[in-house]
């Protein structure tokens, strides 16, 4: 069982909808927790970092479960720009840091 | 100011061959990350330095793999004998300090296609 799990989707997604989606995570020793972008062929880009009590990010918010080892990303309004994989991350205080990647959730925005 | 660059973008090696990416961080970066990402998949930890010491190398997936920062800045990640297993993007990140918390940032990559 991967560390990092997530729905690969893809989510199709009208434009100025809202989509959310779910990442889960087995170590209990994990946290910190980011949501990356990747764009097709390009590096993975922050996104946003997840805080405990839950952020906001303009049109995005991320949430932290610690209970059930989940966190989430929200997306409102969705732009067709927004289409692009999302990349859940975790790092765990036993790991120098290193990141444990999901395999990505495909979100696909439409006209 | 400059990000993380990688060189070359792209590499094709046939199988056997050695190759050799290169790293240059963020100037100032302490820690320095090298992750494989297979295509449909999420980047994979393969190596972590912070300053010259290489401190983790458990995601090496073989003694073929090997890294190295000697002076703690660019860095090197060589694959000796190649074989078709070893296609994948090569990504290298840096982040400021030593901590989990630190921001990561990406390199481009390098497209490693083996024949």
């Known amino acids: 069982r991967k560390e990092v799990e997530q729905d690969p989707g893809p989510f199709n997604v009208p434009e100025g909808a809202t989509v959310a989606f779910n990442c889960t995570y087995s170590?209990?020793?994990?946290?910190?927790f980011f949501w990356y972008r990747q764009d097709c062929r390009k590096e993975p880009k922050l996104l946003m970092s997840?805080?405990?009590s839950g952020n906001e990010d303009g049109r995005f918010t991320a949430q932290l479960n610690r209970a059930s080892q989940y966190i989430s990303l929200l997306i409102r309004d969705s732009k067709l720009s927004d289409s692009a994989t999302y990349l859940c991350?975790?790092?765990?205080?036993?790991?120098?840091?290193?990141?444990?990647f999901g395999a990505g959730t495909q979100v696909v925005v439409t006209p | 100011g400059a990000g993380v660059s990688q060189s070359p973008r792209y590499k094709v090696a046939k199988r056997g061959q050695d190759v050799a990416l290169r790293c240059d961080p963020i100037?100032?970066?302490?820690?320095l990350f090298w992750y494989q990402q297979a295509l449909g998949q999420g980047p994979e930890f393969l190596t972590y330095?912070?300053?010259?010491?290489?401190?983790?190398k458990s995601g090496l997936p073989s003694d073929r793999f090997f890294a190295e920062r000697p002076e703690g800045s660019v860095s090197t990640l060589k694959i000796q004998r190649t074989q078709q297993e070893d296609s994948a993007v090569y990504l290298c990140?840096?982040?400021?300090?030593?901590?989990?918390?630190?921001?990561?940032?990406f390199g481009p990559g390098t497209r490693l296609t083996v024949l």
């Open positions: 170590n209990s020793a994990s946290q910190s």
């Open positions: 330095f912070q300053n010259e010491a290489q401190l983790d």
């Open positions: 997840v805080y405990s």
């Open positions: 100037s100032g970066h302490v820690s």
């Open positions: 990140a840096s982040s400021l300090g030593r901590v989990y918390t630190d921001t990561q940032y």
């Open positions: 991350v975790v790092a765990s205080t036993d790991s120098w840091g290193k990141f444990q």
